[in-house]
């Protein structure tokens, strides 16, 4: 039996003039949602436009659903589409737009009509459907471009940056229902993002794709991680990526034995204790929010507590960004009460503590 929209790219290779991306493998589950991560040129939009047939891969191979598509004309993929920008026809209005799949698929008028209200039901846009697109908002236009593509119940979803053009209380809620529509159609679905924190929200696993400068203007895009997003999150598995997912303490250091299974790794002429297997020259990561601060020494289990100079207050609203110099320089991240409540200010010396099992060492 076949999985109907299990997606296998093998070997794949695009070249585009000063850009390609260079042996890409993936296997996404039928059911999936699958997000693309990473920053702006490093391929993601060119992938997704790969896979819908847009651009020729020079080798490789792509298998929706068992089947090579490798080389098939884009409407014969059954694959829908949603660009960031909507790219709604602007001579047809809401019910016109969704039902232009079908009206291709030659489908009967009552059935076209039955789809349209069954997917605009679904979407809460029925009210919408005798609007012309210029007098939609962006949630709105969104919601329309996500219905069009869905009312063909395609084999597979390709999401492009969906959400990058909407202010911030429109995303979140227009996230939430990518989760949730996901939920109930059960779509297969590849939805590509610089946003890191999107990724955590919608994906089951996450595809971290790196830009890499060739020489000139060349470049080219690969994949460097693939995870779950805890794993993406907790155990990055390069600088690179540590750094992408907001890791933000990275750094270079020597680990080597200590007692009762601990290691401990040696940065800048101080020594942190971690849970691994790893000796040598290593890179470890430690999350903002692992690091406790406090003004007075601390009485607790934590194998890892330092005395520094606070060296940099970076306020982000509720949530505050602390830089400690022990040496190293640590980050950490406090809300803001905790900031006022402590009185801290640039200059003054505090302590800071982090368990062994919060270093990531890789």
């Known amino acids: 039996m076949r999985d109907h929209g299990r997606v296998q790219i093998r070997g794949l290779w695009v070249d585009l003039e000063e850009f390609h991306l260079k042996d890409l493998n993936l296997d996404i589950a039928d059911g999936e949602y699958f997000v693309v991560l990473g920053p702006t040129g490093a391929g993601k939009t060119v992938l997704l436009e790969t896979i819908a047939g847009l651009h020729r891969p020079r080798r490789g191979r792509i298998l929706l659903a068992d089947e090579d ?10 694959i829908g589409f949603v660009y960031q920008d909507y790219a709604l026809f602007p001579h047809l209005n809401v019910a016109g737009n969704i039902a232009f799949g079908l009206r291709l698929r030659r489908m009967g008028r009552s059935t076209i009509e039955e789809h349209v209200a069954a997917i605009s039901q679904l979407l809460d846009i029925k009210h919408l459907l005798h609007r012309t697109p210029r007098t939609l908002s962006g949630g709105e236009a969104q919601r329309v471009t996500l219905a069009r593509a869905l009312v063909v119940e395609p084999k597979l979803l390709l999401l492009d940056e969906p959400l990058s053009a909407l202010d911030p209380e429109t995303r979140g809620a227009l996230e939430q229902e990518l989760g949730r529509i996901h939920r109930e159609l059960g779509t297969t679905t590849i939805h590509v993002t ?10 089951d696993r996450i595809a971290v794709l790196r830009e890499d400068r060739l020489g000139g203007s060349k470049r080219e895009g690969r994949i460097v ?15 690179f990526v540590a750094r992408f ?10 680990a080597h034995p200590a007692e009762n299974g601990y290691k401990l790794v040696s940065i800048d ?18 999350r903002p929010e692992e690091i406790v601060l406090s003004r007075e020494p601390f009485l607790s289990s934590a ?33 803001r009460r905790s900031l006022e409540e402590m009185g801290l200010r640039e200059g003054m010396w505090v302590h800071i503590a982090f368990k062994a099992s919060a270093v990531h060492v890789f």
């Open 269 to 286: 002429g101080m020594e942190m204790a971690a849970v691994t297997e790893l000796e040598g020259p290593v890179h470890v990561s430690i």
């Open 245 to 254: 997912v907001g890791v933000r303490n990275v750094f270079r250091g020597n």
């Open 69 to 78: 598509v490798t080389h098939a004309p884009p409407e014969r993929r059954g």
């Open 303 to 335: 194998r890892n507590t330092f005395r520094g100079r606070i060296v940099g207050i970076s306020d982000r609203g509720t949530i505050v960004y602390v830089t400690v110099h022990v040496p190293p320089e640590f980050i950490c991240m406090i809300t």
């Open 194 to 203: 610089h946003d890191f924190e999107e990724a955590v929200a919608l994906g």
């Open 225 to 239: 991680q693939v995870g779950t997003p805890e794993e993406i999150f907790r155990h990055p598995a390069s600088e």
